[in-house]
């Protein structure tokens, strides 16, 4: 079955980069996702990772895929106090049409 | 604004009892989804309808149920309510049945006491 880790916290300083990591366990994983949820606010969704592309980059963003060790990553360039919110890893695998999510990472940007 | 809308955005009620929850996709989008996220869970998909059919269940209670009307909105009733119960409820809604991105509406917090 999926699996989908994050580490739960990160701390950056304002103007410094993030970097968000996610290991995956489903192999027929299609796409990967980054969700980002502000408090008492619903999904966003930032960008996603076609699984035969192993970069992508949008403005700040920039999301890194290793798939043969599973692992996906999220760059924030120049983190704003904005950027403060939980960001959620999730894969879709082949065939299915649901998201399987990861536990989310907080990331708190200290001014 | 994801164009989702979910309604109500909050809803406190007693265990044992029964809720509707509801959901408008944005606009053209035929596939709703539904996702608890809870403490202790984390998020987890509940039920996918495309175009008024089910496609998909994941981890849903049989004490849940969910339909898509012919106008695309969707509805989720959650009956014989426990204090586990206690979630946010998110709809998302994309625009075919294996579209890429889903869009999320606010969500519904449920609390039952």
């Known amino acids: 079955g999926e699996d989908v880790e994050q580490s739960l916290f990160l701390s950056v300083r304002e103007g410094d980069s993030s970097v968000i990591n996610c290991t995956y366990t489903d192999s027929s994983s299609t796409y990967l996702y980054w969700y980002k949820q502000e408090p008492g606010a619903g999904l966003q969704l930032l960008t996603y990772i076609f699984s035969n592309m192993d970069m992508k980059q949008d403005q700040r963003l920039t999301v890194l895929l290793n798939k043969k060790d599973k692992h996906l990553s999220l760059r924030i360039a120049d983190t704003q106090t904005g950027d403060s919110a939980i960001y959620f890893c999730a894969e879709r695998a082949t065939g299915a049409n649901n998201l399987f999510f990861g536990t989310g990472t907080r990331l708190t940007v200290i001014p | 604004d994801s164009g989702v809308t979910q309604t109500p955005k909050h809803l406190i009620t007693a265990t044992g009892q029964r809720v509707t929850l509801r959901c408008s996709p944005r606009?053209?989008?035929?596939?709703v989804y539904w996702y608890q996220q809870s403490l202790d869970q984390g998020l987890q998909f509940l039920i996918h309808?495309?175009?008024?059919?089910?496609?998909a269940k994941g981890n849903i209670l049989e004490r849940f149920s969910a339909q898509q009307f012919p106008d695309l909105h969707s509805e989720l009733n959650l009956s014989s309510l426990e204090l586990g119960d206690s979630a946010l409820y998110f709809c998302?809604?994309?625009?075919?049945?294996?579209?890429?991105?889903?869009?999320f509406g606010p969500g519904t917090r449920l609390t039952v006491l």
């Open positions: 998302a809604s994309s625009l075919r049945d294996r579209e890429r991105r889903q869009f």
């Open positions: 309808y495309y175009n008024g059919e089910e496609r």
């Open positions: 606009s053209g989008d035929l596939s």
